[in-house]
């Protein structure tokens, strides 16, 4: 799946994600989850006939804001060869206009600390840094998380 070869692609990335072929199992069973739940989508953006770029976009109805909706953009990334293309910002500007058409009162995203230029990019998008976010690990720790 070329979507998750995007998502290992990076020093980050490479850390939590599993590209090799065959998949494990449970990447399969997360794009059933997925393509079954009508609030979430998983974009790909096509180039030549092959995948640059991914988003996962996800609509949450809450009960704050009247009732209102929020959109959450997640694995953002675009391939190497494609970085500086201006394919991210199409995929992000997508999916601001996707939330929108799906009736959201506010888009929101994170992106890791370390991740300097996404962040810098997102700002250029329009993203502010408004609140604090905070995780809190269920499972075993990620490989990234350990060495902290």
């Not at 720790?141 to 350990?146: A, K, N, S, V």
């Amino acid at each position: 799946m070329a979507i998750v070869g995007l998502l290992a692609d990076d020093a980050i990335g490479a850390t939590r994600e599993d590209a090799r072929d065959p998949l494990p199992e449970e990447y399969y069973a997360a794009f059933q989850a997925i393509d079954c739940d009508p609030n979430q989508e998983l974009v790909v953006l096509d180039v030549a006939g092959r995948v640059a770029g991914t988003l996962q976009l996800t609509i949450i109805p809450n009960l704050t804001y009247r009732g209102g909706r929020r959109a959450l953009i997640e694995g953002v990334r675009v391939s190497r060869e494609e970085r500086g293309s201006r394919h991210g910002a199409r995929l992000v500007q997508w999916a601001i206009d996707r939330a929108r058409h799906r009736g959201c009162h506010l888009v929101q995203l994170t992106s890791d600390k370390r991740r300097s230029e996404a962040i810098a990019f997102y700002e250029r998008m329009g993203f502010a840094a408004t609140h604090e976010g905070m995780k809190l690990w269920l499972g075993p720790l990620p490989i990234d998380q350990e060495r902290r």
